[in-house]
C-alpha cells in the first residue's frame, strides 16, 4: 500500500516563474492538505482539499492556488515567485475511514527560487 | 486563534538517557486534538500520537509516553533510554477538529550522542 506520494522532489525556479506541485494520497483517503515548511520552522497549513473543493485556507496570498482531481490526487500552484517561497512543501493525505483520524504525510518537494 | 510552543529549540543527550520534549498549547476551543510528529532527516513527517481533549489519560508506547495536562495547557513527550535513531525534529501540532488544519510548533531537534 503506497503511502503519500510528491512530485517532484527538487525543483528550482527563478524569482516571478510560477510553479506546479503535485500530490497523490494514500489509498483510500479523499483528503489532502497543503503545508509549507521554511528552513528550521514548523510546517504552516496552506489549503485542505476536500470533494475538489478548497475547504479550508490559510494565511497565505492567492498567489497559492491548487486543484483536486476526482482521483483525489492534488495539485499546489504558486504563480510570481518570490525568494520567500523557498521551502519544503509537504503534502498530506485523510480519510474519514481512519481510525486514529491523523494526516499521513508525503516526502515533501523541496523548492528552491533564486 | 490558536498557537503551539515548543520553547526547547534543541536538545542534546547521549544515548541511554531519559529526554522530556515540552510543548505549550492555546486555543478558545473546548474540543481539540494534540498531536506529535517526528521529522527524521529525510523530511517526511511520522505520526507519532493523537489526543482529544476530553481524554487526559496519559499513554506510554514503548519508550515513548506523553503527559496531557488541561490545567496546564501542556503536552509533554518523553522518550525513555534513548537511543541514536531517536534523533530527529519533533513537532507538537494542534487541530480544532479532526482532519481539519494543523498548528505547529517550531519543532525541538533532539540529538542523541552514541
Known amino acids: 500500500d503506497a503511502g503519500v506520494t510528491q512530485s517532484p522532489t527538487h525543483l528550482i525556479k527563478t524569482r516571478g516563474q510560477q510553479v506546479t506541485l503535485r500530490c497523490s494520497p494514500k489509498?483510500?483517503?479523499?483528503?489532502v492538505s497543503w503545508y509549507q515548511q521554511a528552513l528550521g520552522q514548523g510546517p504552516q497549513f496552506i489549503f485542505q482539499?476536500?470533494?475538489?473543493?478548497?475547504?479550508q485556507r490559510g494565511n497565505f496570498p492567492d498567489r497559492f492556488s491548487g486543484h483536486q482531481f476526482p482521483n483525489y490526487s492534488s495539485e499546489l500552484n504558486v504563480n510570481a515567485l518570490l525568494l520567500g517561497d523557498s521551502a519544503l512543501y509537504l503534502c498530506?493525505?485523510?480519510?474519514?475511514?481512519?481510525?486514529?483520524?491523523?494526516?499521513?504525510f508525503g516526502p515533501g518537494t523541496r523548492l528552491t527560487v533564486t | 486563534a490558536q498557537k503551539v510552543t515548543q520553547a526547547q529549540t534543541e536538545i542534546s543527550v547521549v544515548e541511554k538517557e531519559d529526554v522530556t520534549l515540552d510543548c505549550v498549547y492555546e486555543t478558545r476551543d473546548t474540543t481539540y486534538y494534540l498531536f506529535w510528529y517526528k521529522q527524521p532527516p529525510s523530511g517526511e513527517l511520522v505520526f507519532l500520537i493523537r489526543r482529544n481533549s476530553f481524554d487526559e489519560q496519559n499513554e506510554i508506547s514503548g519508550r515513548y509516553s506523553w503527559n496531557f495536562q488541561k490545567s496546564t495547557s501542556s503536552f509533554n513527550f518523553t522518550i525513555t533510554a534513548s537511543q541514536v535513531v531517536d534523533s530527529a525534529v519533533y513537532f507538537c501540532?494542534?487541530?480544532?477538529?479532526?482532519?481539519?488544519?494543523?498548528?505547529f510548533g517550531s519543532g525541538t531537534r533532539l540529538q542523541v550522542q552514541p
Open positions: 489509498s483510500g483517503h479523499d483528503t
Open positions: 501540532a494542534l487541530s480544532e477538529e479532526v482532519r481539519r488544519a494543523l498548528t
Open positions: 482539499y476536500y470533494e475538489e473543493e478548497e475547504r
Open positions: 498530506a493525505s485523510s480519510s474519514p475511514g481512519t481510525v486514529l483520524h491523523e494526516q499521513y
